[in-house]
């Protein structure tokens, strides 16, 4: 079993830049691809972006491609998502999760945290 911990949320003003965290315990050698979403009130969780553990391979989905950026420290076992140029429309809950090897799906769900994005 992998535990996720995600941290580094906060209120940021438009333009303005953050990093998020997520820190992975347990047994990561099972990993495949580390990916982060975000919930915003009254709307369904989407992906944003997405990291191989060994590959380094990245995706995002197109409203952050430019803006944000995925990275992985594997040791010690950390995905982080810089965060810059933040817009209004960015503010939701971020989760991070993952996806282990032989998996088509992503679980271990972090318990998210918080970006708010002022005007």
């Known amino acids: 079993q992998v535990h996720l911990v995600e941290s580094g949320g906060g209120l940021v003003e438009a333009g303005g830049s953050l990093r998020l965290s997520c820190a992975a315990s347990g047994r990561t050698a099972s990993i495949f691809k580390m990916g982060w979403f975000r919930q915003a009130p009254g709307k369904e969780r989407e992906f944003v972006a997405a990291?191989?553990?060994?590959?380094?391979?990245?995706s995002y989905t197109d409203s952050v491609k430019g803006r944000f950026t995925v990275s992985r420290d594997n040791a010690p076992n950390t995905v982080y998502l810089q965060m810059s140029s933040l817009k209004p429309e960015d503010t939701a809950v971020y989760y991070c999760a993952l996806r282990i090897t032989g998996s088509t799906e992503y679980g271990n769900w972090g318990q998210g945290t918080q970006v708010t994005v002022s005007t």
């Open positions: 990291i191989g553990w060994n590959t380094g391979s990245t």
